[in-house]
């Protein structure tokens, strides 16, 4: 899907804009400060089937869902780059600092890095704790958004036509 902006509402659905070409809206959001916001839309060649919209739209979802995972914690004012490497590495790196007192990561991006060093075990532990409520916060939200998709407005069936 691409994000197109420039809505003014959400307004999921599932449009016939052409002879041979079919639109699907999907989401809303705004950026911070913005007078207007953006929408997903996915076109088809083909009269698409129920199924195939929903394959588009989860992974859509899941894309944004690894997203936000990904650089959507911050730690001590600095992004905290969750990959899936550095998820391993935190918590193998946690593990060792049960025995040592000692760990420091890397936070921030490659253009304005920092190095944090954690004043004791109690400290990490917290910084362990947020990294997985973060995870757990995005996954939940990954659900709640798949399961409160209205998919009567994505019926084939019910398509609009928007062709003049």
Not at 35 to 47: A, I, L, S, T, V
Not at 63 to 76: C, E, F, Q
Request: proline content about 2%; charged content about 30%.
């Amino acid at each position: 899907m691409i994000k197109i902006f420039g809505a003014e509402q959400r307004h999921d659905g599932i449009r016939q804009t052409g002879r041979r070409r079919w639109t699907v809206y999907y989401g809303f959001g705004k950026e911070d400060g913005a007078d207007y916001g953006w929408d997903y839309r996915h076109e088809f060649d083909h009269k698409p089937s129920l199924e195939e919209v929903k394959t588009v739209i989860f992974s859509q979802i899941d894309a944004d869902t690894h997203d936000r995972i990904l650089r959507g914690m911050t730690w001590a004012g600095y992004m905290v780059w969750l990959s899936d490497e550095n998820q391993r590495n935190y918590t193998l790196w946690a593990m060792a600092a049960e025995r040592s007192g000692d760990m420091t990561v890397k936070l921030g991006t490659d253009d304005n890095p920092h190095l944090h060093t954690f004043a004791d075990i109690d400290e990490i532990r917290v910084f362990i704790d947020a990294v997985a409520e973060h995870i757990n916060a995005a996954i939940n939200a990954n659900r709640r958004a798949k399961a409160e998709i209205d998919w009567q407005v994505y019926n084939p069936d019910n398509i609009v036509n928007d062709e003049q």
